[in-house]
């Protein structure tokens, strides 16, 4: 992976004892692989059932996440959580994480405004989305919204054209090398990320913003039904 003077990368910070998600946790607190960490208030790790069989992957943390520490805490992690359940996927066993954990924005007077995160930070970000994924070994990784998608799937893919779509993980990934060579501690160690499915759709904040909230959110659980039927099988 390219270094850059500003983002290092996440690998140096992540230490070759951290065995589990805890531990994981702990060292992403002193996480500098890129910039964002200066301006946010605290890493926001992913949480949730360790021995999830369905993770799921947003873009970066809100300005409600940034402030709590914790993913998903909003409206829109409500909103995820009932169409989980909607789908048929049990919402306490689950595990919810995002692409980049500290939170971007520009400050508008004394609003913090959202802004999406390059792909420098993504790339930086991406060894503890590796890390988690070697430690949980998911059997369904969904990804929330076009940010996350295209930072497992590379730039060209689209959620409005592939979402509800189970594809091969890590085989699905532009560069799958990009998930199996990836440094996963700051001795160079690679991790081999389990095989699994994963599949793409909007991202629960996408619901709360449409026009009609009732039919995005019925689409959001139909893509979510998709990914329970492999739970079930
Ligand atoms: S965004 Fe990721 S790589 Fe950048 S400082 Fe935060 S945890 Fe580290």
Same mark, same amino acid.
């Given at each position: 992976?390219?270094?850059? /003077?500003?983002?290092?990368?996440?690998?140096?910070? =992540?230490?070759?004892?951290?065995?589990?998600?805890?531990?994981?946790?702990?060292?992403?607190?002193?996480?500098?692989?890129?910039?964002?960490?200066? $301006?946010?208030?605290?890493?926001?790790?992913?949480?949730? $059932?360790?021995?999830?069989?369905?993770?799921?992957?947003?873009?970066?943390?809100? $300005?409600?996440?940034?402030?709590?520490?914790?993913?998903?805490?909003?409206?829109?992690?409500?909103?995820?959580?009932?169409?989980? *359940?909607?789908?048929?996927? *049990?919402?306490?066993?689950?595990?919810?994480?995002?692409?980049?954990?500290?939170?971007?924005?520009?400050?508008?007077?004394?609003?913090? =405004?959202?802004?999406?995160?390059?792909? #420098?930070?993504?790339?930086?970000? @991406?060894?503890?989305?590796?890390? /988690?994924?070697?430690?949980? @070994?998911?059997?369904?990784?969904? #990804?929330?919204?076009?940010?996350?998608?295209?930072?497992?799937?590379?730039?060209?893919? @689209?959620?409005? @054209?592939?979402?509800?779509?189970?594809?091969?993980?890590?085989?699905?990934?532009?560069?799958?090398?990009?998930?199996?060579? #990836?440094?996963?501690?700051? !001795?160079?160690?690679?991790?081999? #990320?389990?095989?699994?499915?994963?599949?793409? !759709?909007?991202?629960?904040?996408?619901?709360?913003?449409?026009?009609?909230?009732?039919?995005?959110?019925?689409?959001?659980?139909? $893509?979510?039904?998709?990914?329970?039927?492999?739970?079930?099988?």
């Amino acid at each position: 992976m390219a270094e850059t /003077e500003n983002a290092p990368g996440a690998q140096h910070f =992540i230490p070759p004892q951290a065995d589990t998600i805890d531990q994981l946790r702990a060292a992403a607190a002193g996480c500098r692989g890129c910039e964002l960490y200066q $301006d946010a208030s605290q890493t926001v790790f992913g949480r949730g $059932d360790e021995s999830a069989r369905v993770v799921f992957v947003g873009e970066q943390p809100g $300005d409600m996440e940034d402030q709590q520490g914790l993913p998903f805490v909003g409206p829109a992690g409500r909103l995820l959580r009932r169409a989980v *359940d909607d789908a048929g996927i *049990d919402p306490g066993h689950i595990y919810l994480t995002n692409a980049v954990k500290h939170f971007r924005f520009e400050l508008r007077g004394k609003r913090r =405004i959202h802004q999406t995160p390059d792909r #420098v930070h993504i790339t930086a970000c @991406r060894p503890w989305l590796v890390a /988690e994924f070697a430690r949980l @070994r998911p059997e369904v990784v969904v #990804v929330l919204g076009a940010t996350a998608a295209k930072a497992l799937l590379g730039p060209t893919f @689209r959620v409005t @054209r592939q979402r509800g779509e189970l594809l091969p993980w890590p085989a699905a990934a532009q560069r799958p090398e990009d998930f199996t060579r #990836v440094p996963v501690d700051n !001795t160079g160690k690679v991790a081999d #990320v389990p095989e699994a499915q994963l599949l793409a !759709t909007i991202h629960p904040s996408a619901v709360l913003r449409a026009d009609n909230q009732d039919v995005a959110y019925e689409g959001l659980v139909a $893509d979510l039904r998709v990914a329970a039927a492999v739970l079930v099988a």
